[in-house]
């Protein structure tokens, strides 16, 4: 918000029973944050869209129940010249039937500072990373200029001063569930009309050079920073939970009001916090197994099943599997809108947390997979599927050309040593699997396994080094000596002398 | 051409004249006119409240509404420092200055001057080159007020697709360029500010005249 506040406007009733624990909510969540304001507002819950943010760039309403739509919400944020998606809301009584009454409180406090902090976090929403929509049927230009028919859809921009090319990444298009992203040259095109917003791309992008309305990577990082930062008397389980899917579960509740009377289905044990994502296509392995190594004790994801319009349910499905293997089932769980009791699969009992490992959240793959897995250093790992890859160099072939690391998105692959030693190195922490190195590699050395091994862990060791040739004349370096043996394995019919010219002198030698 | 119509070219209008006005040299005149009309323009941009760029506009407005004798010196003082010194790292405010090494400056300016002639405009010989920020946004400008003027719905959507192309075709292919190297050049600054709202409102104006043929009933 370029430095301005954010208010959140919380509901005196907050749905935990009574003003005295809708003032606790707000005594905790004040000086949470900087720019953050908190105001009890009587009864909001009965008219929200009345809310006032009151000179504030953002506005967060903290509510009984699911509150207004998305469009509603972009509405009030018109009416108060606010960005469009500057204001968002917290649906509380989801909170408090996550948990028991006693925890509601701290909850619902850090669960507000997650998505303040995400408005706090984000400035004026790039007009690329949002696709303007007048409402549908018969839309009047009058119905325009009085702003009642405008809304903004999310979608993807990349910014191509950041991006590494479709050449050498194209990570985004593999990602993108719905074929939004197309790998034009020389960078990777969205489809606004076809993107959904899900942000996938966001934390597929490996240098961060990928946008979504509402969710930037630096607005995703905030969300869980929030929630890794908050000062926990008992540290929850954290559920990842997709905001249309958090929606419909608190429809389906009805309004939410009276928690106390009305229990949940999470009623003992530390409970759950949320974090709010556009989708759980957006949600990777690393970003599970992040929330354990930050102390979580569980990790959860709520998403909207079979009705995804990103169609996340295969995808995520997977990712929990290889969070589980990793963590152990007991400490991962997956609940959908669209089963007949959303929330029953967060009710089974919450092992004790391990330690906080103090890691900062990371957005982006595979640096998030990497640095989780290398806090949590679980034994003896071996792990098929997941986001990373090992590649696996047959070194008596490979000739030091450096090619594959030309086309490494990942920076997985680098030479280091070149002019004395040259080495190929690589560090599997940061292989995604995508296979470039092994499509470009001249000799056909390279294979990659999408796998998580002992290697992954091992961090950055040289595959090959070899010695350098040099220039007869000057002592420049030439090429490796693997690759000048190769090039007289190649040319066996050439004429010494040329041989010696190619391999034995540098480019500025040649010519003399 | 009904109110209608009009309502929404007008204020496009203005937002556009308002810019290219805040991207000319800010002489001492020009610049108290514009601190001058600055509240009565927020006034004529309400239409236009509501869509994604007008918080950062309006914000625009109100910081010109109360600029300072020392701010409009400091305003006039980075101008001159960016766009008048010839500085080596400077950003020069033209669109020929932004489109790779290999462009003919010439041909370049000549291209955006071959389009004000295709739309029946001729430069001031004694104005700013065709291809400076200001005096393509005042072209826009134009083009908007021809458009509210437009004696039938034909015409008015021609010349929304005359300044659809113009977008996509000049401003929209360098101006983001531009103000990411102002922005790192002064940072803060009301330069830098006017240049961001400039990207942020044609930017949005390009999307908003995608989505109106299918509001236009």
């Known amino acids: 918000m370029d430095g301005r506040e954010v208010l959140v406007a919380c509901c005196d009733r907050a749905h935990v029973g009574d003003a005295e624990a809708a003032r606790a909510i707000a005594e905790l969540l004040a000086g949470a944050l900087e720019g953050l304001r908190v105001e009890l507002v009587a009864d909001l819950c009965a008219d929200p869209a009345g809310a006032e943010p009151n000179g504030a760039g953002g506005l967060v309403l903290g509510l009984c129940g699911p509150g207004p739509s998305s469009a509603d919400?972009?509405?009030?944020?018109?009416?108060?010249?606010?960005?469009?998606?500057?204001?968002?809301?917290?649906?509380?009584?989801?909170?408090?039937?996550?948990?028991?009454?006693?925890?509601?409180?701290?909850?619902?406090?850090?669960?507000?500072?997650?998505?303040?902090?995400?408005?706090?976090?984000?400035?004026?929403?790039p007009p690329g990373r949002m696709r303007l929509r007048l409402g549908?049927?018969?839309?009047?230009?009058?119905?325009?200029?009085?702003?009642?028919?405008?809304?903004?859809?999310?979608?993807?921009?990349?910014?191509?001063?950041?991006?590494?090319?479709?050449?050498?990444?194209?990570?985004?298009?593999?990602?993108?569930?719905?074929?939004?992203?197309?790998?034009?040259?020389?960078?990777?095109?969205?489809?606004?009309?076809?993107?959904?917003?899900?942000?996938?791309?966001?934390?597929?992008?490996?240098?961060?050079?990928?946008?979504?309305?509402?969710?930037?990577?630096?607005?995703?990082?905030?969300?869980?920073?929030?929630?890794?930062a908050w000062p926990w008397r008992e540290r929850p389980g954290l559920l990842f939970a997709c905001r249309g899917a958090a929606r419909a579960v608190g429809l389906e509740a009805g309004p939410g009001e009276g928690a106390s009377d009305d229990a949940g289905p999470v009623q003992a044990g530390p409970g759950w916090v949320s974090v709010l994502v556009p989708c759980l296509a957006a949600v990777t392995e690393g970003w599970l197994l992040q929330a354990v190594a930050a102390g979580a004790p569980a990790v959860a994801v709520l998403g909207c099943g079979e009705r995804c319009g990103a169609g996340s349910l295969p995808r995520t499905a997977e990712r929990l599997a290889?969070?589980?293997?990793?963590?152990?089932?007991?400490?991962?769980?997956?609940?959908?809108?669209?089963?007949?009791?959303?929330?029953?699969?967060?009710?089974?009992?919450?092992p004790p947390a391990g330690p906080a490992r103090g890691i900062p959240p990371l957005v982006h793959e595979p640096q998030a997979t990497g640095a989780a897995l290398e806090a949590l250093a679980p034994p003896e790992l071996d792990l098929q599927g997941g986001p990373l890859g090992v590649p696996s160099v047959r070194t008596d072939g490979c000739t030091l050309c450096g090619t594959c690391t030309t086309v490494c998105p990942t920076d997985a692959l680098r030479m280091e040593g070149e002019g004395e030693a040259p080495a190929l190195t690589l560090d599997a922490a940061r292989c995604v699997a995508c296979g470039h190195c092994a499509e470009i590699c001249p000799e056909r050395v390279v294979t990659v396994l999408r796998r998580t091994g002992p290697e992954t862990l091992a961090g950055r060791r040289v595959l090959k080094r070899a010695e350098v040739g040099r220039c007869r004349r000057c002592g420049a370096p030439v090429a490796p000596e693997p690759m000048l043996a190769r090039i007289r394995e190649l040319l066996p019919e050439e004429s010494p002398a040329l041989l010696e010219v190619l391999t034995g002198l540098c480019l500025d030698c040649r010519g003399r | 051409m009904s109110g209608e119509e009009r309502g929404l070219a007008e204020p496009r209008a203005a937002a556009y004249r308002v810019l290219a006005s805040a991207l000319l040299p800010p002489t001492p005149e020009r610049l108290a006119t514009l601190v001058a009309a600055a509240p009565e323009l927020v006034a004529l941009l309400?239409?236009?409240?509501?869509?994604?760029?007008?918080?950062a506009l309006r914000a625009l407005l109100e910081r010109l509404a109360g600029l300072s004798a020392e701010e409009a010196e400091e305003h006039r003082r980075t101008y001159a420092t960016l766009f008048v010194s010839g500085r080596r790292s400077s950003p020069p405010p033209y669109e020929s200055a932004h489109l790779g090494p290999d462009t003919d400056v010439a041909m370049a300016a000549a291209a955006v001057d071959a389009a004000y002639r295709s739309a029946g405009l001729v430069l001031d010989a004694e104005g700013e080159a065709p291809d400076h920020v200001a005096v393509e946004l005042d072209f826009?400008?134009?083009?908007?007020?021809?458009?509210?003027?437009?004696?039938?719905?034909?015409?008015?959507?021609?010349?929304?697709?005359?300044?659809?192309?113009?977008?996509?075709?000049?401003?929209?292919?360098?101006?983001?360029?531009?103000a990411e190297a102002v922005a790192a050049q002064a940072p803060g600054t009301l330069l830098a500010q006017t240049v961001e709202v400039a990207v942020r409102y044609v930017e949005h104006d390009a999307a908003l005249l995608d989505s109106l043929p299918a509001a236009a009933g």
């Not at chain 1, 948990?99 to 997650?114: H, I, K, Q």
């Not at chain 1, 959904?196 to 966001?202: D, K, N, P, Q, T």
């Not at chain 1, 290889?322 to 919450?350: F, K, Q, T």
Request: glycine residues 8%.
């Open chain 1, 136 to 228: 549908g049927g018969e839309v009047s230009r009058r119905g325009l200029l009085a702003g009642a028919a405008v809304t903004y859809r999310p979608v993807a921009r990349i910014e191509q001063q950041v991006c590494l090319g479709s050449e050498r990444c194209g990570l985004c298009v593999a990602a993108c569930p719905v074929g939004a992203i197309t790998r034009s040259h020389p960078f990777p095109s969205v489809d606004t009309d076809a993107c959904v917003g899900c942000a996938a791309c966001v934390s597929a992008c490996p240098v961060d050079a990928v946008g979504v309305g509402g969710a930037a990577s630096e607005q995703l990082e905030a969300r869980m920073d929030a929630v890794w």
């Open chain 1, 73 to 125: 919400l972009q509405a009030l944020a018109r009416r108060h010249d606010l960005d469009p998606f500057a204001v968002e809301a917290v649906d509380l009584g989801l909170l408090a039937r996550l948990g028991p009454p006693s925890s509601v409180p701290e909850r619902a406090a850090a669960a507000l500072a997650s998505t303040a902090g995400a408005l706090l976090a984000g400035g004026p929403t």
């Open chain 2, 140 to 178: 826009l400008s134009a083009l908007c007020a021809r458009e509210a003027e437009a004696p039938a719905p034909a015409e008015a959507e021609r010349l929304r697709r005359l300044q659809r192309a113009f977008l996509l075709a000049h401003p929209l292919r360098w101006l983001p360029r531009f």
């Open chain 2, 46 to 55: 309400e239409p236009l409240r509501g869509l994604a760029f007008h918080p």
């Open chain 1, 322 to 350: 290889y969070a589980a293997a990793v963590l152990g089932p007991e400490r991962v769980r997956s609940a959908r809108a669209d089963a007949p009791e959303p929330l029953a699969p967060l009710a089974a009992p919450i």
